[in-house]
């Protein structure tokens, strides 16, 4: 098989084209991250005035530290919750749009919309469906007895952050259903429903085993989401409330360094999120992706 | 002698340039809204009024985000010369010698006419180091003073000019109100850390913590853990089982004014601040002021309650010229004239004698019944060890601290004791950080 090369007559001009790429790297990822990683070896005063190497203390710390530890079991719940769901309801919508013979279009259209809407406005309106004195889902939940109170009872603060962060996440992963699904062969699942397979049965036995490509890159988008860009959603509806029930990783970084000034012991914690989600997205291509079937 | 004319004329147009160019001072405040538009209208008085400074006060955002901007434009050596701090801060900044320019110092370097003594104790006390110095200016101090709804006292059948005085009251009122069905809820309040616990100790003339409160060292700790807060914690666990009571929420605690507003609760305890939007919100009842409950039983309550707020605090990087024009700034805001129109409009204290003074001859009293609540509360009795303010480092995570506590008390996660002792070992735990980091 022959494969495309591209021959450069100038030996700098592929490093000229690189380096815009590479300016953006090293000046909004490289250098903050080789700057969180030197601060997380010292302690420091909020203005800058008095600096102390301190070593690995402010790690160590942090395994003393209950309220760090809560906030990685509430990492724990809160990531794979998010994943799950709006992994698995973007799944069930774009599979049931697949089998809609007429109005798909304008379905898959109001389904897309809600990821145009930006993180914080969609953290407002939940904010405002569940609001317990003037919220409507309340209101209804009341009416089947259910007293709704996310401002003290941390599992309806943790159903509140989950939906509002995987709300609008589901239309990202929707979209990427529906182009996995156009890709499946018509004429498999033709000769399934020949055989007498259900639907059901085509989905599960089909369908998802040859999405499962899209899947695990969606789990891995997901997770990553959910640890690092789920802060506005926290910010607008709990605020990492009721006692730091919510307070997820990435949230406690800002918490700790941005309100509370002590920038040692966020850097450090901004080191551990960074490893935690290398490490992650190590293990999925490390062991998920051979299980895959692409 | 042409030659010599013309560098005369040359020199005379330099000089007479340097003279107009005024010198710029830069001001980052937090007041938003309403409050906002009217320190812009101060500012723009005060640039009128002279031509040698030209003051730009840029909003910031919220207290916490503008201490924030701050201490990163400090740090990037693009600070502005004048800050406004919110006071748990206080212990922030006054740890920062390197970046504060005391105000008692700016005013004595400037040669600015400047008397600490105009000011009212219980405000600058906040404010002074453990030699009486003044630190900071004082620009919107504020106190809790509880709200309540004349309306609805009247259709419980109680006498809806008088407000409830003790805790006692607060509970039987609040049982009357919603027995007679003139109210779902007897009462509720904003910030719980600010109000219910450290306003409530000073009142009762019970220490926050040692060391005067943390005004007399860094070595203080937290002991708002006694017999008393835990008494009045576990009441308010059994006021809001009962009902009687409905938390607002954490820190100022947003959703206890829409209580109020829609007639939900008949008793509200907030900032002294609150009343020029209490009064906008409650159109359709008539809304009665008083003081802050206290327990009859204990000695020495009602003592004085404390303020909460922010001053302004100049930083260290300008020249002098600059500091010059920052000090006539203050002078010009501290003036009665300036502080009488910031308090009358805002419901913050006025912070100096004859700024009230002049609220009195003017009458402003008499014709706005209430308003005057706020500093016959922080002047009810000189100030003692447990009721001059608080000072501790990392005060800010301390009221979060608090909140997530009485959260748990609330939720019956934990007994009033038990929540208490962990804010105070929390606390501790925080305040000996602050000390490792600024030792």
């Not at chain 1, 494969?3 to 007559?9: A, H, Q």
């Not at chain 1, 380096?19 to 005063?45: C, H, K, M, N």
């Not at chain 1, 089909?206 to 997901?222: G, K």
């Not at chain 2, 600058?124 to 509880?146: A, E, H, K, R």
Request: hydrophobic share 45%; net charge neutral; aromatic share 14%.
């Amino acid at each position: 098989m022959q494969t495309k090369r591209t021959v450069f007559g100038n030996r700098l001009l592929p490093y000229a084209l690189l380096l815009p790429q590479i300016a953006v790297t090293v000046v909004f990822f490289l250098w903050p991250a080789a700057q969180a990683v030197l601060q997380s070896f010292q302690r420091e005063d909020a203005f800058g005035l008095s600096t102390t190497w301190v070593g690995l203390a402010n790690y160590l710390d942090l395994l003393d530290d209950p309220s760090y530890l809560n906030s990685l079991k509430v990492t724990a719940i809160f990531a794979p919750a998010v994943t799950l769901l709006s992994v698995g309801l973007g799944l069930v919508f774009a599979a049931s749009l697949d089998r809609l013979v007429r109005g798909g279009r304008a379905y898959s259209t109001l389904l897309v919309w809600p990821y145009a809407v930006a993180p914080a406005v969609a953290g407002i309106m939940w904010w405002f469906l569940f609001n317990p004195t003037v919220g409507l889902l309340p209101y209804l939940l009341a009416m089947i007895g259910y007293r709704w109170d996310h401002a003290l009872q941390p599992t309806d603060a943790m159903i509140l952050v989950v939906i509002a962060a995987s709300w609008k996440q589901v239309s990202y992963n929707f979209l990427f259903f529906m182009a996995g699904l156009q890709a499946i062969p018509k004429s498999m699942i033709e000769a399934a429903a020949i055989d007498g397979a259900g639907p059901v049965k085509r989905f599960f036995t089909i369908v998802f085993p040859l999405l499962s490509p899209t899947t695990f890159f969606l789990a891995v988008i997901n997770l990553v989401y959910a640890m690092f860009d789920t802060f506005p959603v926290i910010h607008a509806t709990t605020g990492g409330n009721p006692a730091q029930s919510t307070n997820i990783l990435v949230y406690k970084v800002f918490v700790d360094g941005f309100i509370g000034l002590n920038l040692g012991s966020s850097a450090a914690q901004s080191v551990v999120l960074m490893a935690i989600v290398v490490a992650l997205t190590v293990i999925q291509f490390k062991w998920v992706e051979r299980k895959v079937t692409y | 002698m042409l030659t010599r004319s013309f560098i005369a004329g040359l020199a005379l147009t330099f000089l007479s340039g340097s003279s107009f160019a005024a010198t710029e001072i830069t001001w980052w405040h937090a007041m938003g809204g309403e409050l906002g538009k009217k320190l812009d209208e101060i500012v723009a008085k005060y640039n009128a009024s002279q031509g040698d400074y030209k003051v730009t006060a840029v909003y910031k955002g919220s207290y916490p985000e503008t201490m924030t901007a701050a201490i990163a434009a400090f740090r990037a050596k693009q600070q502005p010369d004048i800050v406004q701090v919110f006071e748990v801060g206080t212990g922030t900044m006054m740890a920062a010698e390197g970046a504060v320019y005391p105000v008692y110092q700016l005013m004595k370097d400037t040669g600015a006419t400047f008397d600490p003594k105009a000011f009212l104790p219980a405000v600058v006390g906040y404010y002074t180091d453990t030699d009486g110095s003044m630190l900071s200016m004082p620009f919107n101090s504020s106190t809790p003073i509880l709200y309540y709804n004349k309306d609805v006292f009247q259709k419980a059948g109680l006498d809806p000019e008088q407000p409830p005085k003790t805790w006692e009251e607060v509970e039987s009122f609040s049982k009357k109100i919603m027995s007679s069905g003139a109210a779902k809820c007897g009462f509720t309040t904003g910030w719980i850390s600010w109000i219910q616990l450290e306003n409530f100790s000073a009142w009762h003339n019970q220490p926050i913590g040692t060391q005067q409160n943390g005004i007399g060292g860094m070595d203080a700790e937290l002991t708002f853990n006694g017999d008393l807060q835990v008494r009045h914690w576990t009441n308010l666990k059994k006021w809001q089982d009962e009902g009687l009571f409905q938390y607002g929420g954490p820190a100022g605690g947003n959703d206890a004014p829409p209580k109020f507003y829609s007639q939900e609760c008949a008793i509200y305890m907030n900032s002294s601040a609150s009343r020029a939007g209490v009064i906008a919100n409650s159109k359709d009842f008539k809304v009665g002021f008083g003081m802050l409950p206290y327990y009859s039983d204990v000695q020495g309550a009602p003592q004085n309650s404390i303020i909460g707020g922010a001053t302004l605090w100049v930083l260290k990087g300008h020249d002098e010229a600059e500091y010059k024009g920052v000090a006539n700034f203050f002078t010009f805001l501290s003036s009665p004239e300036v502080q009488a129109d910031w308090h009358q409009y805002s419901g913050y204290l006025p912070i100096t004698e004859a700024a009230y003074r002049l609220g009195q001859e003017q009458g402003f009293y008499a014709k706005n019944p209430g308003s005057d609540v706020a500093i016959k509360q922080i002047t009810l009795n000189p100030p003692t060890d447990n009721s001059k303010g608080l000072r501790f480092g990392n005060y800010v995570q301390i009221r979060d601290v608090i909140d997530e506590e009485f959260q748990n008390l609330l939720a019956g996660k934990k007994a009033p004791k038990e929540a208490l002792d962990s804010v105070v070992t929390r606390g501790n735990k925080l305040i000996a950080d602050f000390r490792a980091a600024n030792g």
